[in-house]
């Protein structure tokens, strides 16, 4: 279906000296690669949406070679550019191997070298990223939003009207936010429960880290009786995804070398991550900091040492009992573990292998549910758009409970869930594992 296309971005007020627009001889071959078949087409969400040529992978790409001949990057074409979800969708329909993934990134940070947004563009994207990929800051924000949210405020306000009131992305913002639970901090150290099988690294996040505690607990548990001895490094930060998959380049490499020291001397056979989008960035550290002297080396290593929680416990196989949980989940795939890792298997084999769990497949399942990183703030309607065609397709399975890999994602159906009136409870894939392992009841994930 055709929507409204985005309006026009606001002119650009400030006084700019644009550089040259500028790709390498990599991208330009990458560039060429595409036969503009138009397979893509269909994939793509911005394109479902719009039905414009230059809001789909082949246009955005005619695009990038439109301004490599002529040197110059016209205000419209970094809307058709700051539009894509990143979701790599279009990367698993291409017959001619394409890499998109790599050619969005490319283009964005060539973008943010060599054009001026409107300066409220700037501070909301300076806004978003001052606060995202801190830990600490996000702490902070719990305390206030717990208040907010148990004071009966959200409620009120809610029923009001006035949040309708608020620009797009505050009303996106107060949508998607998580219902404040308790925190606990893991150990630097989680033994393994009988047998060590190995020694695993584990990623904390940054939104999954305080936001969804509840997550990472869960995964230590289940890597622990699984026999993993679970090493969670308590310097770690942000891994970069959110500024590598923004152009933020420079940003996204001062984060992957903070990370990696943090790991370098953890001693671990495997990193495992349990959030779709850190994973995807961390998996391409290599290609990150390929021209880093001092990282290229420790980067490309580490990458290869990278696996998201089912990719490993699958590979592991189970030796931990798996107790019955007679409830039905809608699996949504997360853009950036289908798409852009290529992880799907997985997943389904832990929860079919669960007895008396039944597996739903959701309707247009590849397609976006419009979280994508931060997009949903920058771009908040036609996220909403595809958060609310995502909750159509769940509601339709009649699932007791959605299961994802992403917190983003989690959040964003979860909102257009609520928008429709559809009571679902969300869960991490690895909490129903986590469930199933501790014998807990189906009603442990439905009822909170």
Sequence with gaps: MVTQHNPPLETNDDAFAPAPFQTSDELDRMLGDCVHCGFCLPT???????????????????????????????????????????????????????????????????????????????????????????????RVMRGPLAVYQRSGLQRLLRRSGLLERLPNTLQTMEGVAPTIRSRTSLPERVPAQGTRRA??????????????????????????????????????????????????????QRFARRLLDSFADAGVEWVVVNSAGCGSS????????????????????????????????????????????PVTVAYHDACHLAHAQGVRTPPRDLLNAIPELTVMEIGEGGMCCGSAGVYNLLNPRPARQLGDRKAEHVAATG????????????????????????????????EVLDASIAGHPSTSLTDR
């Design 44 to 138: 793509c969400p911005t394109y479902s949406l719009w039905g414009e040529e230059m809001d789909s992978p082949r246009g955005r790409i005619h695009l990038v070679e439109q301004a490599a001949r002529s040197g110059q990057l016209p205000e419209s074409t970094v809307g058709h550019l700051d539009a894509c979800l990143g979701c790599m969708a279009c990367v698993t329909a291409c017959p001619s191997g394409v890499k998109y993934d790599q050619i969005i990134e490319r283009a964005r940070a060539e973008v943010e070298t060599t054009h001026q947004r409107p300066r409220g563009q700037r501070a909301l994207r300076e806004a978003i990223f001052a606060l995202f990929p801190y830990p600490r800051r996000l």
């Design 199 to 252: 020694v695993v690294g584990m990623l904390t996040g940054c939104v999954q880290r305080e936001f969804f505690p509840g997550v990472n607990d869960a995964t230590a548990r289940v890597l622990a009786a699984e026999g993993c001895d679970v090493v969670v490094p308590q310097s770690q930060g942000c891994c970069g995804a959110l500024s590598v998959h923004s152009g933020r380049k420079a940003e996204a």
């Design 282 to 325: 961390m998996k391409e550290y290599a290609e990150l900091l390929a021209d880093d002297p001092r990282y290229a080396e420790a980067a490309a290593g580490f990458a290869a040492k990278v696996r998201d929680i089912t990719e490993l416990l699958v590979e592991l196989g189970p030796v931990a009992t798996r107790h019955a949980l």
């Design 399 to 430: 699932a007791d409970l959605l299961v994802t890999a992403n917190p983003g994602c989690l959040l964003q159906i979860s909102s257009a869930l609520g928008r429709a009136g559809t009571s679902m409870s969300t869960a991490h894939t690895v």
